[in-house]
């Protein structure tokens, strides 16, 4: 009776044990395939990022003063054809720096203060992003960096294509007409993720990657 207790628990360790490396090996696919995906999205948006000059309540105030008036200028300059995608966004950011500097200084100017702002386009690593139902996952992305003086402060960020960028953060949750954006921009594969991201981790874990498990059959098949 001893030696059936011994054995019972020796297996129940080793079962233990085995699950347990299935699991972990599983979650690292599951990370692996997410962080992969997250790569692929990454191409297919382009971000904003302002950083303010301190914590300093007026420093604050003037990051988001420099903000709304950068997206304004943006929103007025930019032209629709320069909206279809993250490529055409970005080409036309990078042609109109100097003028988006000369906008963000001359909100500096106007509040006093001694510094001056830079801009440049380059990638920043961005923590999970949520508006309502959306999430855009922790990841390299590249965006449009303006940066107030030294940069020490909290900084602001939003999505600026596909056209995520809210100055209210109260309103933060993007309308059927911004979900119908977003889906046109991202393959399907990408706009589960940030729409469910936890069932897209859930299905991968379980699943994985059926969907394309089956085109490969189906192709196969085709030959």
């Not at 300059?77 to 000369?102: F, G, I, Y």
């Not at 999505?159 to 977003?182: I, M, Q, R, W």
């Not at 940030?194 to 897209?200: H, L, M, Q, W």
């Not at 874990?205 to 192709?219: A, V, Y």
Request: hydrophobic share 35%.
């Amino acid at each position: 009776m001893k030696r059936e207790r011994i054995c019972l628990i020796i297996a129940c360790l080793l079962s233990f044990a085995l699950t347990t490396g299935i699991m972990e090996r599983r979650m690292e696919v599951v990370h692996a395939e997410v962080a992969q995906t997250q790569k692929t999205l990454a191409e297919e948006v382009f971000r904003f990022h302002v950083i303010a000059e301190s914590n300093s309540v007026k420093d604050q105030r003037i990051k988001l003063h420099v903000r709304d008036t950068v997206l304004s200028y943006m929103k007025s300059q930019m032209p629709e054809t320069e909206r279809k995608s993250a490529q055409l966004t970005k080409d036309w950011v990078k042609k109109h720096q100097k003028e988006l500097v000369k906008t963000a200084d001359e909100v500096l100017k106007k509040e006093g203060v001694s510094y001056r702002a830079q801009a440049k386009v380059t990638s920043c690593y961005f923590p999970d992003k949520r508006y309502g139902d959306i999430i855009f996952p922790e990841g390299e992305y590249e965006a449009l960096r303006i940066t107030l003086g030294s940069g020490k402060g909290h900084n602001w960020w939003c999505v600026l294509y596909p056209s995520l960028c809210f100055t209210n953060a109260t309103c933060a949750v993007v309308d059927e007409d911004g979900k119908k954006e977003l889906k046109e921009a991202l393959s399907a594969e990408e706009y589960e993720m940030v729409t469910a991201a936890s069932e897209f981790k859930i299905k991968w874990f379980f699943f994985g990657n059926s969907d394309k498990n089956t085109e490969e059959e189906h192709t196969k098949e085709s030959d």
